[in-house]
């Protein structure tokens, strides 16, 4: 199954200088101060609720979506 990700980028306090939210299978994946990313669905009704991730990286959050809808 091929999915697309889109990346939106806004002004915050990320590492980076610009905060990144990324869109992934029906979910908003936002990049936290702390490292973390919190994963919240697009709309309802929600197969999943919001949760928020360790720190890691963007691929092992989307795996962790992948996980948890499969």
């Known amino acids: ?5 889109t ?3 806004s002004s915050g306090h990320h ?3 610009a905060r990144v939210a990324v ?3 029906g979910f908003v994946l936002i990049p ?5 990313w919190l994963v919240r669905p697009e709309r309802s009704p929600m197969p999943v ?6 720190a890691s ?5 989307k795996a962790l ?6």
Do not use: H, K
């Not at 199954?1 to 990700?5: G, H």
């Not at 990286?57 to 959050?61: A, C, G, N, R």
């Open 23 to 25: 869109r992934y299978r």
């Open 49 to 54: 609720l919001p949760f928020r991730t360790p």
């Open 7 to 9: 990346i939106r980028t």
């Open 32 to 36: 936290q101060p702390d490292l973390t």
């Open 1 to 5: 199954m091929t999915s697309q990700a």
């Open 15 to 17: 590492p980076l200088g």
């Open 57 to 61: 990286s963007l691929e092992d959050v």
């Open 65 to 70: 979506i992948d996980w948890r809808l499969g």
